[in-house]
T-cell receptor
Framework: DVKVTQSSRYLVKRTGEKVFLECVQDMDHENMFWYRQDPGLGLRLIYFSYDVKMKEKGDIPEGYSVSREKKERFSLILESASTNQTSMYLC????????????FGQGTRLTVV | GDSVTQMEGPVTLSEEAFLTINCTYTATGYPSLFWYVQYPGEGLQLLLKATKADDKGSNKGFEATYRKETTSFHLEKGSVQVSDSAVYFCALSDPYNQGGKLIFGQGTELSVKP
């Protein structure tokens, strides 16, 4: 019954490393999202993709990039990890209209040391 | 751009108390509104939704009414249980103005004591 799968639950990376977070959905959804969740700040949108190879910046795109080569897969890339990118990262997907339920992965807890 | 503002937490209630979590939004179009819940150690899941003005969403005893005149979507429950302890997120999506981008409030942590 898995719908949105994130590749790792926990990751520890070193400062300056290039980090890839992978997300796969099996519902044929057009929209996919990457958020980070920090205490007191809620969910902040990093990037949004509404179709293959299409992307839009969210509220906090600095230091991140994304890739969507296939409809089911949306990757978040930290070009050079920094300690202030230590956070919980959540992937989600939804239909194009956005007025139906969005499904979330379990999250990836990333620690940058 | 579009935004969502929720009342700050944490909110602590006794079992069987009445719950209200306030949510207001700013949007230029006609968004759909959602409440998501995150139980400890779990991912987010949809609690309820409303897609147009005056719609009422309801689920598991929770309800919220889409009020366009006050741009609000407050979450209510008449009698909370310990099992309702979680973080609640209000969200909006405007497919005609933002292409279905899902925007969240900052979340409200609810703790229910026996």
């Amino acid at each position: 019954d898995v719908k949105v799968t994130q590749s790792s639950r926990y990751l520890v990376k070193r400062t300056g490393e290039k980090v890839f977070l992978e997300c796969v959905q099996d519902m044929d959804h057009e929209n996919m999202f990457w958020y980070r969740q920090d205490p007191g700040l809620g969910l902040r949108l990093i990037y949004f993709s509404y179709d293959v190879k299409m992307k839009e910046k969210g509220d906090i795109p600095e230091g991140y990039s994304v890739s969507r080569e296939k409809k089911e897969r949306f990757s978040l890339i930290l070009e050079s990890a920094s300690t202030n990118q230590t956070s919980m990262y959540l992937c989600a997907s939804s239909t194009r209209t956005g007025n139906t339920e969005a499904f979330f992965g379990q999250g990836t807890r990333l620690t940058v040391v | 751009g579009d935004s969502v503002t929720q009342m700050e937490g944490p909110v602590t209630l006794s079992e069987e108390a009445f719950l209200t979590i306030n949510c207001t939004y700013t949007a230029t179009g006609y968004p759909s509104l959602f409440w998501y819940v995150q139980y400890p150690g779990e991912g987010l899941q949809l609690l309820l939704k409303a897609t147009k003005a005056d719609d009422k969403g309801s689920n598991k005893g929770f309800e919220a009414t889409y009020r366009k005149e006050t741009t609000s979507f407050h979450l209510e429950k008449g009698s909370v249980q310990v099992s309702d302890s979680a973080v609640y997120f209000c969200a909006l999506s405007d497919p005609y103005n933002q292409g279905g981008k899902l925007i969240f409030g900052q979340g409200t942590e609810l703790s229910v004591k026996p």
